[in-house]
């Protein structure tokens, strides 16, 4: 791959716009851009749920989500693009089942924390249902992949499973929701 930015900075979105990967020039409040930028965001919590060094089995799969997120990102700058597609949401399935199986049963609310990293990963499950409302918005307005929200969904399940395991992992335990 040859150098894709040579020069960081264009000048070209000082009006507000930004290019998407068509060439196409949009407002940089466009629900596509919000669509994009918000699973940026996600991939960024993700990155610091990372930089925590969770237990190897969850750095590698939280890896791959990256590259997922990277992908769907794009597809969603490129209108009529896909990259993400349904063997990526059945990866995310398996994962979910292999965690879910070693935890108990849910009987209460978990507040989110319980340690550090799973802290952070409670806040990029957020920022997840976070990115599929932007996502749905977009897809309420202009042609969408599907699979883009199949993705998300599993993705914010998954990343509530997997604080749940750092929670366990970080701090022994997980901090129950008490009404008072």
């Known amino acids: 791959m040859g150098n894709r930015l040579s020069k960081i900075y264009t000048r070209t979105g000082d009006d507000g716009s930004t290019g998407l990967g068509n060439g196409d020039r949009v407002s940089k409040d466009s629900l596509r ?4 930028g918000t699973v940026d965001e996600l991939n960024s919590t ?17 890896l791959e989500v990256q590259h997922d997120l990277f992908n769907l990102g794009g597809e969603l700058c490129i209108p009529g693009h896909t990259m993400v597609n349904a063997d990526d ?14 935890l108990p049963a849910l009987k209460e609310f978990i507040l989110p924390g319980g340690g550090e990293a799973a802290a952070h990963c409670h ?4 920022v997840c249902r976070r990115a599929e409302r932007r996502v749905l918005s977009l897809a309420c307005e202009e042609d ?3 699979v883009a929200l199949n993705y998300l969904n599993r993705l914010s399940d998954l990343l509530f499973v997997t ?3 750092l929670a366990r992992h970080e701090s022994g335990s997980e901090i129950l929701w008490s009404r008072k």
Request: some cysteine; aromatic content about 4%; hydrophobic content about 45%.
């Open 33 to 36: 851009v919000e669509a994009f």
């Open 46 to 62: 993700i990155g610091v749920v990372l930089s925590k060094q969770p237990p190897e089995q969850i750095a590698g799969f939280l």
């Open 89 to 102: 949401v059945a990866k995310l399935e398996q994962q979910l089942d292999l965690l879910n199986d070693d």
């Open 123 to 126: 806040l990029a499950r957020t």
């Open 144 to 146: 969408v992949n599907p």
């Open 163 to 165: 604080a749940r395991c």
